[in-house]
């Protein structure tokens, strides 16, 4: 990739929530965030750190909770990484995916970039930042949803989407089928989501945020690369041969 076309690369940070405990996952991940799966002999978080890197995101926060340390100890600063990763620890307080989110735009100061995508830490997706960052500015979207098209949606959800790709709602989890799922990356910038959070500590950003703004700004881009969540233990079994592999879209 000869270098980003969206400006330069301190334009863009990226928020990974990587405090999930992992409790469907127990007899692979024992004592360890779920991000810290072991896939190939290395964390699952890694793939998707190297994911964000080669797509010139560098500046990377990432929110930790249970056991955070396990992923301090491994990720340090980001050196080997080639990333600048900063902590934004939420402790034993359980602030949900809202609440964790919120904490760590704190981390950044007086100094945030003008985008940030967030990432979930157990959920890997090879996206194309040029392709989000066009779809984005094409559709004046308040939080752009990377999406993805999966033969079955009933552990996910499936998305409603209209005909310019905005999402008109959330479906329940149960029904099967292909179709278009939330695939756990989002591309906003911080101004947004300060106006779009609740003022209170611990929410959820799918319940309190996203659902809310279904048909009003919030929009979907459906990503063709690698999808694979972590967060039963037969996915997990797939991110194991799918990652160990090598994904693709990492430099």
């Given at each position: 990739?000869?270098?980003?076309?969206?400006?330069?690369?301190?334009?863009?940070?990226?928020?990974?929530?990587?405090?999930?405990?992992?409790?469907?996952?127990?007899?692979?991940?024992?004592?360890?965030?779920?991000?810290?799966?072991?896939?190939?002999?290395?964390?699952?978080?890694?793939?998707?750190?190297?994911?964000?890197?080669?797509?010139?995101?560098?500046?990377?926060?990432?929110?930790?909770?249970?056991?955070?340390?396990?992923?301090?100890?491994?990720?340090?600063?980001?050196?080997?990484?080639?990333?600048?990763?900063?902590?934004?620890?939420?402790?034993?307080?359980?602030?949900?995916t809202g609440g964790a989110l919120a904490?760590?735009?704190?981390?950044?100061?007086?100094?945030?970039?003008?985008?940030?995508?967030?990432?979930?830490?157990?959920?890997?997706?090879?996206?194309?930042?040029?392709?989000?960052?066009?779809?984005?500015?094409?559709?004046?979207?308040?939080?752009?949803?990377?999406?993805?098209?999966?033969?079955?949606?009933?552990?996910?959800?499936?998305?409603?989407?209209?005909?310019?790709?905005?999402?008109?709602?959330?479906?329940?989890?149960?029904?099967?089928?292909?179709?278009?799922?939330?695939?756990?990356?989002?591309?906003?910038?911080?101004?947004?989501?300060?106006?779009?959070?609740?003022?209170?500590?611990?929410?959820?950003?799918?319940?309190?945020?996203?659902?809310?703004?279904?048909?009003?700004?919030?929009?979907?881009?459906?990503?063709?690369?690698?999808?694979?969540?972590?967060?039963?233990?037969?996915?997990?079994?797939?991110?194991?041969?799918?990652?160990?592999?090598?994904?693709?879209?990492?430099?």
């Amino acid at each position: 990739m000869p270098g980003p076309r969206w400006g330069r690369e301190t334009d863009i940070g990226a928020i990974v929530l990587a405090g999930g405990l992992g409790t469907r996952l127990r007899s692979v991940v024992r004592d360890l965030p779920k991000a810290m799966a072991s896939v190939g002999g290395r964390p699952f978080l890694a793939y998707v750190l190297e994911h964000l890197r080669s797509q010139y995101l560098r500046q990377v926060v990432l929110a930790i909770g249970y056991r955070g340390e396990a992923i301090r100890e491994y990720f340090r600063a980001g050196e080997d990484f080639g990333l600048q990763i900063a902590y934004s620890d939420e402790g034993n307080r359980k602030l949900g995916t809202g609440g964790a989110l919120a904490r760590a735009l704190q981390t950044y100061g007086g100094r945030r970039p003008r985008y940030v995508v967030v990432s979930n830490g157990d959920t890997y997706l090879s996206f194309d930042l040029e392709e989000l960052m066009e779809a984005n500015q094409a559709r004046s979207a308040r939080i752009l949803l990377a999406a993805a098209s999966v033969p079955d949606v009933a552990r996910y959800g499936g998305l409603e989407l209209g005909p310019n790709r905005e999402v008109l709602s959330f479906q329940e989890k149960g029904r099967h089928g292909p179709g278009i799922v939330n695939a756990g990356t989002y591309l906003t910038t911080p101004q947004a989501l300060e106006l779009l959070m609740p003022m209170r500590e611990r929410f959820s950003f799918e319940h309190e945020v996203l659902r809310p703004l279904a048909g009003n700004g919030l929009y979907a881009q459906v990503v063709d690369g690698s999808f694979v969540d972590i967060g039963v233990p037969d996915d997990y079994r797939t991110a194991r041969r799918i990652l160990a592999a090598g994904p693709q879209g990492d430099v």
